[in-house]
Structures are given as structure tokens and as C-alpha cells.
């Protein structure tokens, strides 16, 4: 009964390592590129139309990146991808998502592989390095405002089942952390010098978060469940657990 209750548990784990955080890079530049032009719209009516080329710039460097890097833990795959971002994209996105990737890479510090508790740890730092960064609280109308909503989603999956319903369940509230920014007033970054008339317009930035989160869940599922070769000292259920 207990071996097979194990069997099951290793069938429906899934895992995260290098080569999921390498796709999930991947995903998102992918996803951030398709949809540059509409971030860049967004940013045109309330701000300075430049936030899908910034993201699309900041990707295209990060892909170039990665394939310099062979062989590394995800966590440094992901503090090279921040510190791409902060050397290569200007503005308030620059060092905003630079800070982001690069917290989440050293909560994530130099393991080969984890499960939902890691990475809920590493999206924590991610807004907590933003809210050092831009002291941006939710309801300012930022991409705090899909990444609070994206957490606290994650974080109640990561409670009550597995990682394919965090990742869905922080994706869904994300997007709609990101569409109820429409009816707010910018209170931070270039949208609040627009103060009442950035009303009715939705945030560039909440959506590149929910673009983000998207492309984890696209990472997470596409990753086979698997077992560890026999010769691995840890099992994954330990890996699961952390
Ligand atoms: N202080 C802040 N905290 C969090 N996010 C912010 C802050 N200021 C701006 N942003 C985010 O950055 C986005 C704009 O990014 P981008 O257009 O690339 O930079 P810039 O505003 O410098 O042109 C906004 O839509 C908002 O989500
Ligand atoms: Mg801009």
C-alpha cells in the first residue's frame, strides 16, 4: 500500500531544475516578444511607450545569455538572468525585474533541483527585492499589483496540492491582478505624473508580470514527470519536499 501510494506520488510530482527555469526564460521571452506590441501600447497611455521594447530587449539578451551558461544550478541561471536585465534594460522595468530574477536566484541558492516550497521562497524574495526596489505597495498600479495577487495564489496551491495548481492558480490571479488595474490612479513610476488621467487604462507592468507567471506555468507543465536515475543520493519525494 505504501509503495504504491509512493509510485503515484512520484508520477504526479513534478519537479523544478535547471533545464525547467532554462524554459521558462525561454517561454517568456517568447511570450514577452509576441505580445511586445501591446505592452508598448499599454505604456503609450500611460507612460512613455517604450515598456515592450525595454521587456523584448531585456529577454533577447537574457536568451544570449543563457546560452553561455551550461551547466549551472538554476539559481544561478536565474541571477544571471536579473543581472542581464539591470545591465541591459533602462527605466523602472530595468532594475525592477533585474532585482526580481536575482532575489529569486539566491533564494534559490545552489540546489539542482526543488519543489513548491522553494519556489514560493524564491517569487517571496522576487517581491520583496521590487518593494525595496520601488516601494511600491498594491493598489499603486504597478506590477506589484499582479505580483501580490500571483503569490499569495501560488502559495495557497502550494498549500492545498501540487505545483501544476500553484502555477495555474498564480497565472489566473496574476491576469486578474493586472486587469484590476484599470480602474486605478498610478501611484508610483512615470503613470502618476499622469495622476487622474491614468484612470481607465491598464498597467503595462502588471501585465508583463502576468505574462511571467504564464510562461511558469508553461514551464512547469512542460516538464515530463520524471524519476532520479537509481544512483541519485536523494529521492523526489525529498526534492518535492523542499
Ligand atoms: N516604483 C515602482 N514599483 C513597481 N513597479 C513599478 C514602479 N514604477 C514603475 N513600475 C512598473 O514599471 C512599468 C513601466 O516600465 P517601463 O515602461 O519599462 O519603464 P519606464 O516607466 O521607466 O518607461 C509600469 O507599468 C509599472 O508596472
Ligand atoms: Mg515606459
Known amino acids: 500500500m505504501a509503495a ?3 509510485t503515484h506520488l512520484w508520477r504526479e510530482s513534478r519537479i523544478v531544475d535547471a533545464a525547467c527555469v532554462r524554459r521558462w526564460l525561454e517561454v517568456a521571452a517568447a511570450r514577452i516578444e509576441s505580445e511586445r506590441h501591446y505592452l508598448t501600447q499599454l505604456d503609450a497611455a500611460i507612460g ?20 553561455t551558461l551550461d551547466g549551472v544550478s538554476p539559481g544561478e541561471l536565474l541571477t544571471q538572468a536579473g543581472r542581464t536585465f539591470v545591465s541591459i534594460v533602462g527605466g523602472a522595468a530595468g ?3 533585474g532585482t526580481a530574477f536575482v532575489q529569486a536566484g539566491q533564494a534559490l541558492g545552489a540546489d539542482g533541483a526543488f519543489g513548491p516550497k522553494r519556489l514560493l521562497e524564491a517569487i517571496r524574495a522576487s517581491l520583496r527585492g521590487v518593494q525595496r526596489v520601488g516601494a511600491a505597495v498594491e493598489g499603486d498600479k504597478t506590477m506589484v499589483d499582479a505580483l501580490v495577487p500571483g503569490l499569495a495564489a501560488f502559495e495557497a496551491g502550494v ?8 502555477v ?25 505624473y499622469l495622476g487622474p488621467r491614468s484612470v481607465g487604462h491598464q498597467d503595462p507592468g502588471a501585465t508583463s508580470t502576468a505574462l511571467l507567471f504564464a510562461a ?3 514551464a512547469v507543465l512542460a516538464q515530463r514527470s ?11 519525494g525529498e526534492i518535492y519536499d523542499r
Open 95 to 97: 532594475p525592477l525585474y
Open 168 to 192: 495555474r492558480g498564480a497565472r489566473v490571479a496574476a491576469m486578474d491582478g493586472a486587469r484590476a488595474t484599470v480602474p486605478l490612479q498610478a501611484r508610483k513610476g512615470r503613470a502618476s
Open 48 to 67: 512613455d511607450a517604450d515598456h515592450g521594447i525595454n521587456m523584448h530587449r531585456g529577454f533577447s539578451a537574457v536568451l544570449t545569455r543563457l546560452s
Open 216 to 218: 511558469l506555468e508553461d
Open 159 to 166: 498549500r492545498h496540492g501540487t505545483l501544476e495548481g500553484a
Open 226 to 236: 520524471h524519476r532520479l536515475p537509481a544512483d541519485q543520493p536523494i529521492s523526489l
Open 4 to 6: 504504491s501510494t509512493t
